[in-house]
């Protein structure tokens, strides 16, 4: 746990409700705007991302990185965190 | 090979499935990272399956692995006169371009004396067996094995001209520093009288 940023302890603490895309953990301020470009604009959409790949947290890093120029940590540090997310939630 | 693109979801399914690559539904946010994929996973194929091919299309040649086969021991025939089988190289080297129907009766002869002089004439052979794109000696017809490698140099690999220019590099550097040896040729014992 001492590995994970602040700000994913935060997402995955409780339900994601209406966060923004900036709330999961990798994701700031530019890869944000470049989501909500692309229709990405909430978490829960990307979360549906995440569960449409199966959850697969390889071939999501990779979506990511393609659709958000996401580089490998915070595409991996997203991932990450839906991946925890859903072992609490889904 | 037609283009991703214009298959239909259910093609796309079913060609994931024989690379087996994991997926899930082909929708319209998924569909172009599977594609990316299955391109990858296609020019890996066939990468993988064009040496193999080769070897059966160049029998010929099979002759001249051996000659390259750089694993032979470089202790062979160095202290006794590097005169003889430096200057028997070149006679040899083009004597292998007639070797046609004799190749396996040859073969035996031609490898053990091609031992002899493996070590030197680097600069001869190399040149012309770039195999320095594949690690191993798959030298079979290297000439057109590595033209089709450089036409599709891989993402994930070295990129091949970069390994090309290193090995020209370093060749360059060996001949100069040969060519500054001076009298190679002339027994290296001469001085010690």
Redesign the interface.
């Known amino acids: 746990m001492s590995t994970t940023s602040q700000k994913h302890r935060d997402f995955v603490g409780e339900p994601m409700g209406d966060k923004p895309v900036t709330a999961l953990s990798g994701i700031g301020e530019v890869l944000g705007n470049k989501l909500e470009e692309q229709g990405f604009d909430r978490a829960f959409v990307v979360l549906g ?1 995440y ?4 959850k ?1 947290g390889e ?1 999501f890093t ?2 990511l990185k ?1 659709t958000s120029g996401a580089n490998t940590r915070n595409a991996t540090s997203c991932s990450q965190c839906l991946r925890e997310w859903c072992d609490s939630f889904l | 090979m037609a283009t991703l693109r214009s298959k239909s979801d259910q093609e796309i399914r079913e060609l994931l499935d024989e690379y087996e690559i994991k997926h899930g539904p082909i929708v319209d946010t998924t569909r172009p990272l599977y594609e990316k994929k299955l391109k990858e996973a296609m020019a890996k194929d066939k990468k993988v399956t064009k040496p193999s091919s080769d070897k059966t299309f160049y029998r010929e040649e099979q002759e001249e692995v051996t000659y390259v086969t750089y694993r032979t021991p470089v202790i062979s025939e160095v202290p006794s006169g590097d005169g003889k089988p430096y200057m028997r190289s070149r006679p040899e080297y083009s004597e292998r371009d007639f070797v046609d129907d004799k190749l396996y009766s040859r073969s035996r002869p031609e490898y053990s004396s091609g031992r002899q002089y493996v070590d030197e004439p680097h600069v001869y052979n190399t040149p012309s067996y770039s195999s320095y794109s594949k690690p191993m000696p798959v030298v079979k017809a290297g000439g057109v094995v590595v033209k089709e490698e450089i036409t599709e140099s891989s993402g994930k690999l070295v990129p091949l001209w970069i390994q090309l220019l290193v090995f020209l590099i370093v060749a360059g550097f060996l001949y100069f520093i040969f060519i500054n040896m001076e009298s190679v040729e002339s027994n290296p014992f001469n001085r010690i009288q």
Request: proline content about 0%; aromatic content about 10%.
């Open positions: 991302q569960l449409l790949l199966r697969d071939l990779e979506w393609d």
